[in-house]
C-alpha cells in the first residue's frame, strides 16, 4: 500500500512553495522520520519526512517545481528498497546535468549528517562534501560550511569553469545582399541569450515575494518619509561607561539598537495611529507593540519580531536581536520568529547607508529607518563642534497618519535617544 508524501500546511499565510531539492531517489529506502526532501517558501525553508518506513516510490515533482499546499510531492510504496541513497534524487537531474550524485553525509556518526536547508544550499554550490564539515552544534549550518570553505579543508574542488564556447567558422560567401549598416554606430553588441557576458538566474521563492510585496507596498499604501537627525553622543558615552559592566552582569554586548527600540515604544505610546494598520474602512489600533527587526539574510532582508517589547529589558531586546541575526545567517528562522508584528524598525548604517527611504512592511504603517553614525560640525552655543550624528527616517501610511504627527514622532524619539537617562528610568 503506498502513501503519499504531501506539501505540508507551513503557516496561514503560505499558500505556495518551491521543491528546492530531493535528498533521495526513486527506489532508495526511507526510514520514518528522516527527511525526504526540502521546500523552499516566501518565509522559511522547510523539511519534509518520511511519514513510514518503505521505498521512495514515483517522484511527481522534482527539483525546482513550484507546487501548492496539498499537492502530492512523491509516494513511498512498501518494501525494503537500495540502502543509502543520493544527495540529488537521479530522476529530476535535467539531461546534460554532468554533476555526480554524492552520497549523505554522515559526518562521522554514521547517519545522514543532519544540516539546515541553506547549509545543504551553500555547500552544493562550493562543492563542499558535509563529510567534510564539523558543526559547532548539533545540526551543520551555514556558518559551519562556510568555515569549511575560508579554511580550505574541503574534500571536493570547485567545479572547473566551463569552457568558452568556440566561435563559429566562417561561412562561405553568400549571394544574398549585405544588410544595411545601422544609423546609429553601437561600441558594443547586444547580448544575446547564449551571449557567456550574461547568466540568467531564477528568482528564489523568498526574493520573489520580496518584489512582489514591495512593489504591492508602493501601489496600496500612501507611503512618504520624514526625516531627522540624532546627536548619539548620550548614547556612545553611556555605553562606554556601562560597557563592561552591562556585559559582565547579562552576558552580552550593549548595541543601539536596543535604545531606538526604547525609544519606539514610548513613542508609539504617545502616538498610536502609527501602531496601528488600515481593514477597509477601519484603523486597527494594537496596544501591544511587537517590533519588527529587519536583519539580513541570503535571499534579502527578513523581520523577525520581538514580541511585547515594551516589557523587554535592554538586555533581553540585546539578546534578541542578535538570535535573530544568527538564525538568519544560518537559515534557522521559524515562521513564529517571522509572523506579525505592529512597527518595524531597520538598520541601513550596518551596511554603511548615511540616508535611505525605507519602504512599509503592510500591512504595518510605519518602519523607522536608521543610518551610519558620522562625526559631522554642528553648532552647539554659538560655537561649531563636531557630533557623532545619525540620520533618521520614518516611513509612514499618509492614508492614516498625518505628517504632523509623523514629524512629532521622530522628535520624541530624538529627544529620547539624545537623553537615554530617560529610557534607563522608564525601564
Known amino acids: 500500500m503506498s502513501i503519499n508524501i504531501v506539501v505540508p500546511e507551513v503557516g496561514e499565510s503560505i499558500v505556495d512553495a518551491r521543491v528546492a531539492r530531493w535528498l533521495k531517489k526513486e527506489g ?68 546534460g546535468d554532468t554533476e555526480k550524485p554524492s552520497a549523505p553525509s554522515t559526518n562521522g556518526k554514521g547517519g545522514a549528517a543532519a544540516a539546515t536547508p541553506s547549509a545543504r544550499k551553500l555547500a552544493r554550490e562550493q562543492r563542499v562534501d558535509l563529510n567534510d564539515v564539523r558543526p559547532a552544534g548539533p545540526r551543520v549550518t551555514k556558518q559551519d560550511v562556510e568555515q569549511t570553505v575560508s579554511s580550505g579543508k574541503s574534500a571536493q574542488a570547485k567545479a572547473p569553469a566551463r569552457a568558452e564556447t568556440p566561435a563559429p567558422a566562417p561561412s562561405a560567401p553568400s549571394a544574398r545582399p549585405a544588410p544595411a549598416a545601422s544609423s546609429v554606430p553601437s561600441s558594443r553588441p547586444v547580448p544575446s541569450e547564449s551571449d557567456s557576458r550574461t547568466e540568467r538566474v531564477r528568482m528564489s521563492k523568498r526574493r520573489a515575494t520580496i518584489a512582489r510585496r514591495l512593489v504591492e507596498a508602493q501601489q496600496t499604501a500612501a507611503m512618504l518619509t520624514t526625516f531627522n537627525e540624532v546627536d548619539m553622543s548620550a548614547v556612545m558615552s553611556l555605553r562606554e561607561r556601562q560597557k563592561e559592566a552591562f556585559k559582565t552582569k547579562h552576558g552580552i554586548g550593549l548595541g543601539i539598537a536596543s535604545f531606538f527600540v526604547k525609544a519606539a515604544v514610548s513613542a508609539l505610546e504617545e502616538f498610536p495611529r502609527l501602531n ?49 541575526a544568527a538564525k538568519a545567517k544560518d537559515g534557522t528562522l521559524t515562521l ?79 529627544e529620547l535617544v539624545e537623553d537615554p537617562g530617560v529610557l534607563l528610568v522608564e525601564s
Request: negative net charge; without cysteine; proline residues 4%.
Open 28 to 95: 532508495d529506502a526511507v526510514a520514518a522520520g528522516e527527511p525526504l526532501v526540502e521546500l523552499e517558501t516566501d518565509k522559511v525553508d522547510v523539511e519534509v519526512s518520511a511519514p513510514k518506513n518503505g521505498v521512495l516510490g514515483k517522484i511527481a515533482h522534482g527539483d525546482g517545481a513550484d507546487v501548492k499546499i496539498g499537492d502530492v510531492l512523491g509516494t513511498i510504496e512498501e518494501g525494503t528498497g537500495k540502502a543509502g541513497g543520493t544527495e540529488k534524487a537521479g530522476g529530476t537531474e535535467k539531461a
Open 276 to 324: 496601528a494598520e488600515i481593514q477597509g474602512d477601519e484603523m486597527v489600533l494594537k496596544h501591544y507593540y511587537d517590533i519588527g527587526i529587519a536583519v539580513g539574510a541570503a535571499e534579502g532582508l527578513v523581520v523577525p519580531v520581538l514580541r511585547d517589547a515594551d516589557r523587554m529589558s535592554f538586555a533581553e531586546i540585546e539578546a534578541g536581536i542578535r538570535e535573530f
Open 336 to 414: 513564529e520568529d517571522l509572523r506579525g508584528g505592529t512597527f518595524s524598525i531597520t538598520n541601513g548604517g550596518v551596511y554603511g547607508s548615511l540616508m535611505s527611504t525605507p519602504i512599509l512592511n503592510p500591512p504595518q504603517v510605519g518602519i523607522l529607518g536608521l543610518h551610519a553614525i558620522k562625526e559631522r560640525p554642528v553648532g552647539v552655543h554659538g560655537q561649531v563642534v563636531l557630533k557623532p550624528m545619525m540620520y533618521t527616517a520614518l516611513t509612514y501610511d499618509h492614508r492614516i497618519v498625518d505628517g504632523s504627527e509623523a514629524v512629532r514622532f521622530l522628535v520624541r524619539v530624538k
